[in-house]
């Protein structure tokens, strides 16, 4: 899609730092890291957010949580965060769907 900066991400008008990629994802440094390991997995397709999986979608949703999985064991994490920010109001800037996989630090909860 047209101005949309993950977009141009996966037909690298734009650099990233890959960690992932096959067919349908695709996983990058997020260029403003909260916690030593900060990575970025998006479906190389379009999709607007999570409000947009559905039948039609979901085994995408599965497959960056997949690559997530792979991504953390390859990086050695004891543990990890995965976020998907939803909505202007749950903290999503970019509206192209992305999981966050954070580690290597200790995480507390209720998150902010
Ligand atoms: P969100 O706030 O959930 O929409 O997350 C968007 C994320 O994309 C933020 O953590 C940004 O730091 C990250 N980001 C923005 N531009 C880039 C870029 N060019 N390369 C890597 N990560 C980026
Ligand atoms: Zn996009």
Redesign the pocket.
């Known amino acids: 899609m047209e101005d949309c900066?993950f977009c141009k991400?996966v037909n690298k008008e734009?650099p990233?730092d890959n960690l992932y990629e096959d067919e349908e994802v695709l996983a990058?440094?997020?260029?403003?890291p909260?916690a030593p390991s900060h990575i970025?997995i998006i479906p190389k397709q379009h999709i607007r957010s999570t409000a947009e999986i559905d039948g039609s979608n979901q085994l995408l949703a599965g497959k960056i949580i997949a690559a997530a999985s792979e991504i953390a064991k390859k990086l050695s994490l004891e543990g990890y965060r995965l976020v998907f920010?939803c909505n202007e109001i749950a903290?999503?800037?970019?509206f192209h769907l992305?999981c966050?996989l954070l580690g290597g630090r200790r995480f507390g909860w209720p998150p902010g």
Request: charged share 10%; aromatic share 6%.
């Open positions: 900066l991400i734009i990233s990058f440094r997020d260029i403003s909260q970025v920010n903290g999503q800037t970019v992305h966050h």
